[in-house]
């Protein structure tokens, strides 16, 4: 026998042993598979399993087992495929059914004490009177801080429970000198997959789409008709970092821009016959121009709404190579609550190219260094640094070159942009050091500031604030020394994130991204794009 089979060998029967697990005692025994017969080896594991219980000299914790051991074996199969413990799946489907009970806050850990950045409109906390700002020092009658006690897992099970049961909560108030106590009744609290829509200007609306979860589509066309009661006729929709979510919501949104008759997508797999959706046109903005934005953290879903808008040609991507997600997942649950993501499926966009990046069987950890090894590079910064799969060539409507193989090259590339980005600004972001001053100068102004509900009167009065050097000053007080050459030259975008940041603790995300994009050199390209009315591709020459 070869070496290499020799080290291979214990690997497989170990995993032919935990299939026999899974098999024996997760599936209902009610349950049998068609054609099984007494000798497969599904029955002979089990068989063994069953005897190592009755006879081996120990006692043997097979749920442990499992549990320990199912993770590794999903993990054999491709990068998307994932089990799901049963303490893990509340919290996994909430991110795309769009709701969970709490009691209503966004929150911030700020010296090791919970800290109310917001608190969700008609929820439970606004109802009973918890402000922006209060500090929640005990929970239940017990102290709640400090540095070991206080983190997020910590606190999101600590403040979010079951619909109709109650917390009781220390706050304290820089208004009042003595704590504060309240009991909050904790119901559904939205989570929004829709961040932001506005008008740019009198024309461009744009949207911001962080998933693609079950309310995402009624957000969507909220938003849509939001803007369109304001005059917009051309949209930017920004999928940047959107990582995917439910295939049939991106399908729904995507029918809203396209005429009768157009492939969106398919999907085909070994036990999945060729499904396709085909737009019906029933959309309200079919002839609106629409530039889609995307990075490298586009996938799944995202992808599949540009690869739709781009072989269809019926607008233009902007931005960089999204992730190179093809694949597609169904969800099955297991009788005690856990359950496995199941790759079932590819999906293609309509030019019929997958989009799915290359990995190989049981090789996650190289699958996951993948956007660093693009980074490394210079894919972010150089767009001549991307190497398309010349056999995987495609053609959209009008006959322009796409490539499959790993993502959706952007029509407009728009590199990384490193202007200002110094040492000192880096070090200020990643030590959070703009975030704490900007949370400080907005406690502390909260009264003054409050009277802003435009971002437009609350930016022109903050660009009249010496919040740079005060910054700075801070910052040197945290241990940040000031390097003024580099402060300098981040100037602009120090002061860009403060103000975004005061914006949104003081009036919300309809402030935050709005200064925040001011900077963004991918938004400022769509919306030239747009302005000059090019937002639909042109058939190339020949």
Sequence with gaps: MKKKSIVWLPFVIAIA???GIVIGYRYPQTHTVKGAQQGVPGNKISNLLGIIETQYVDTVDIHGLIEDVMPQIVGELDPHSAYIPAKDLQAVNEELEGSFSGIGIQFSILD???????????????????????????????????????????VLKKLR??????????????????MLTYEVTRNDIPVNSVDVAFMVNDEVGYIKVNKFGRTTYTEFMNSLAQLKNQNARKFIVDLRGNSGGILDIAINMINEFLPKGQLIVYTEGKAFPRSEAISNGSGAFKEAPIVVLIDEWSASASEIFAGAIQDNDRGLIIGRRSFGKGLVQNQLPFADGSAIRLTIARYYTPSGRSIQKEYELGHGDDYEKDILNRFMHG???HPDSIKQNDTLVYKTRLGRTVYGGGGIMP?????????GIT??????????????????????????????????????????????DEFTAFAASHGLKRNYKEIKESGRLLTNYLESYIARNIIGDDAFYPILLQEDKTFGKALEVLNENKGFPEAPTK
């Design 17 to 19: 042993i935990v299939l």
């Design 379 to 381: 894919e972010f910064d």
């Design 411 to 419: 029509d407009i590339f728009v590199p990384r942009d490193t202007t």
């Design 423 to 468: 040492p000192y600004l880096n070090e200020a972001v990643n030590k959070g050091l703009l975030y704490q001053y900007a949370f400080k100068y907005s406690d502390e102004k909260r009264h003054q500031l409050s009277e802003y509900k435009d971002y437009t009167q609350l930016q022109k009065h903050l660009q009249g604030e010496p919040l740079l």
């Design 112 to 154: 090791d004490t919970i800290t109310v950045v917001a608190v969700v409109p008609g929820g439970p906390s606004e109802k009973i009177g918890i402000m922006p700002g209060d500090r929640i020092v005990e929970v239940d009658d017990t102290v709640f801080a400090g540095k070991d006690v206080v983190t997020n897992d910590k």
């Design 161 to 178: 429970g079951p619909k109709g049961s109650q917390v009781k909560l220390g706050v304290l108030r820089s208004t009042s000198p003595e």
